[in-house]
């Protein structure tokens, strides 16, 4: 880089090998660790003089929060930006013990958290290929009936786990689930989610123990467990020659994104899910940029309509 050719103001650059040096006499980390502390600390440096910052008692949390922005817009990934602000971090913890800053600038600045990929939802093909299970021993049934009613209604697995057999009507396609932090909501259910949820208690009494309240229970007669419905779940994927892996979530995820896809109404997808707050139904849920530019189109006062010509 053609800036680390130009030496630092010495009021940076000091207290710098001052820090260097605590790392590897007093601290002993590695030369790899210390090169590492080194390479972040000498660019926010460098970065500091051109925003005209010579003295490092001149830091506030503003001029930190610069050099996080600018690292965003050089396109840092969010953990490199977290490992950056920790070493700024660190460096001023060291002043601070030095007495040569009153308190670290760099201690309420955190880099933005690192986005969890939303697992790829199953397209409804996929969906029919993973749900054609036609075999009947109660087990098998059980399970086509779990998928069902998970991707039938959106859930949980928490939430399918802890439905009661008091939770579910049938008739009317109703079920009762208790959300998290322990909130009630009715969720509707139809069609094949409910033609298998009958089957299942028809068959439910072949595996559970007489005074046994879940819907769902184990080969050994008591409420299935989580990490049970994940493993069936995934077998029945290969099982069915489904392409990806399949799990709770991406079941829950594709019910959502076939929703939103299809209703395009967004509080109702909301409220079927049990989310709190629409921006978390937001993220979880995702339409392709086509569909929203031909609901766009169709719903726009000022846009052009099918059949306009150019």
């Known amino acids: ?66 050099l996080a922005s600018k690292g965003m817009r050089d396109g840092m990934k969010a953990s490199s930006l977290a490992t950056r602000l920790s070493s700024l971090r660190a460096f001023f913890d060291f002043l601070i013990l030095r007495g040569e800053i009153a308190a670290n600038p760099a201690k309420g600045v955190s880099a933005p958290r690192k986005k969890r990929p939303l697992p790829k939802n199953l397209d409804v093909d996929e969906v029919n290929q993973l749900l054609e299970v036609d075999e009947d021993d109660p087990l098998a049934v059980r399970d086509r009936a779990i998928m069902e ?36 909501r009715k969720v509707p259910f139809a069609g094949q989610a409910v033609i298998w949820v009958e089957k299942w208690l028809r068959v439910r009494g072949q595996l559970s123990d007489p005074n046994e309240s879940a819907l769902f229970v184990s080969k050994l007669g008591g409420r299935i467990s989580h990490r049970s419905v994940q493993k069936r779940m995934a077998e029945w994927g290969q099982k069915q020659a489904v392409s ?3 799990s709770p979530h991406k079941l829950r995820h594709s019910f959502a994104t076939h929703m939103l896809e299809s209703s395009q109404n967004l509080r109702a997808v909301q409220e079927l899910l049990g989310h709190e ?10 339409l392709d940029f086509q569909h929203l530019a031909e609901v766009y189109d169709q719903a726009h006062p000022r846009a052009r309509k099918k059949g306009r010509k150019e």
Do not use: C
Request: hydrophobic share 35%; no cysteine.
């Open 1 to 66: 880089m053609t800036e680390s050719l130009v030496p630092l103001p010495s009021r940076l650059q000091d207290p710098l090998v001052n820090f260097y040096e605590y790392l590897r006499a007093e601290k002993g980390l590695s030369l790899h660790t210390q090169r590492n502390y080194k390479q972040q600390l000498e660019t926010m440096a460098f970065q500091l003089v051109q925003l005209g910052i010579e003295d490092w008692s001149s830091v506030d949390a503003a001029w930190v929060r610069q």
């Open 149 to 184: 009613l998970m991707y039938g209604a959106g859930l949980r697995l928490a939430e399918l786990v802890n439905v009661d057999l008091k939770d579910i009507r049938t008739s009317r396609g109703e079920l009762r689930v208790v959300g998290k932090g322990e909130k009630e």
């Open 244 to 246: 990806s892996h399949i």
């Open 277 to 286: 707050n629409i921006s978390t139904t937001q993220i979880y849920t995702h």
